[in-house]
């Protein structure tokens, strides 16, 4: 029995009308590269159904990565950190399994919240946008924001009457990360901020939505932190109810990182001093003959 042959879609007419249905069912990529996959197809021949699921698994592929680079867009992350790069061994205390079971973002469908708390420069900033990262590569809403922007955003609402509006931006997302909560005295200002905060993390809370919150503040002292002890309390209560708590006890990063670079200056400077100097090079100047006199008559 003769062996079937299936035919291979490389006329000109075929790829034209391909990509014009593509373009139709809104498949951009399939339109953007029909031609070139159809010449790869001439060199190496696949069967039309193998043919066919490689056009869809490329065009899902490509509409992930853009979906996910959008999602890291509009959350606002200043940078995006990597959990990756993040040394566990200079933070002993830190419970790496722990930290990367948050990454899988089990804890969003579960509604908890993550609260980072401990000194200056222990990591809680980096590993909260490092969560916030994954929450965006895992297809949720993420959005960051310093405590201190929040308030001065939400202030702003207030005098433009857009506070609803701006409140949705931070109450909506399936993530809400709050970095700093404690470092800028913005927040001690006036009352009104404890109310302003009061509703961002009672809103989030009425719809069990997870947040990311990173304080220098112990926790005992929060309920005394934003200027109005009674809302306060009502905050500090709800960020603990369901949350992981998550107590950072370590050296500084930063501190570290100073310590190294003036080893190094020191080492540099160590370096200069036991070289002697070179000797000058500088050539020997010619001295030039005087020009001989004009004899006159």
């Not at 996910?68 to 200079?90: V, Y």
């Not at 931070?170 to 800028?184: A, C, K, Q, R």
Request: aromatic share 6%.
């Amino acid at each position: 029995m003769p062996k079937t042959t299936h035919p291979t879609p490389t006329e000109p007419n075929q790829i034209d009308r391909i990509r014009q249905l593509a373009k139709a069912l809104k498949l951009s990529h399939i339109a953007a590269t029909i031609e070139d996959a159809c010449t790869r197809l001439d060199a190496d021949p696949l069967s039309p159904e193998a043919f066919v699921q490689q056009l869809f698994a490329e065009e899902i592929r490509v509409r992930t990565e853009r979906r996910i680079e959008r999602l890291i867009r509009e959350s606002k992350l200043p940078e995006r950190k990597l959990l990756a790069d993040f040394d566990f061994d200079f933070q002993p205390s830190l419970d790496k399994s722990l930290v990367l079971r948050l990454a899988t973002m089990d804890f969003v469908v579960h509604g908890q919240g993550i609260l980072f708390g401990g000194n200056s420069g222990t990591g809680k900033s980096y590993l909260a946008k490092a969560i916030a990262l994954c929450g965006c590569k895992c297809d949720y809403r993420v959005r960051y924001t310093t405590a201190a922007d929040m308030l001065k955003d939400l202030h702003s609402g207030l005098a433009d009457d857009s506070l609803d509006e701006k409140l949705k931006a931070y109450v909506s997302p399936s993530l809400l990360v709050i970095d700093e909560l404690g470092f800028d005295r913005l927040e001690q200002q006036t009352a009104r901020n404890a109310a302003l905060f009061f509703k961002v993390i009672d809103g989030r809370y009425r719809r069990t939505a997870s947040s990311v919150i990173t304080t220098n503040i112990d926790f005992e002292s929060l309920g005394q932190y934003l200027g109005d002890p009674v809302a306060t309390t009502a905050i500090a209560d709800r960020m603990l109810h369901h949350s992981i708590v998550i107590n950072i006890q370590g050296p500084s990063w930063r501190l570290k990182q100073s310590e190294a670079l003036n080893q190094q200056s020191r080492q540099s400077q160590d370096s200069q001093a036991a070289t002697p100097p070179a000797p000058s090079k500088t050539a020997p100047r010619s001295k030039k003959k005087p020009a001989p006199r004009k004899r006159t008559r």
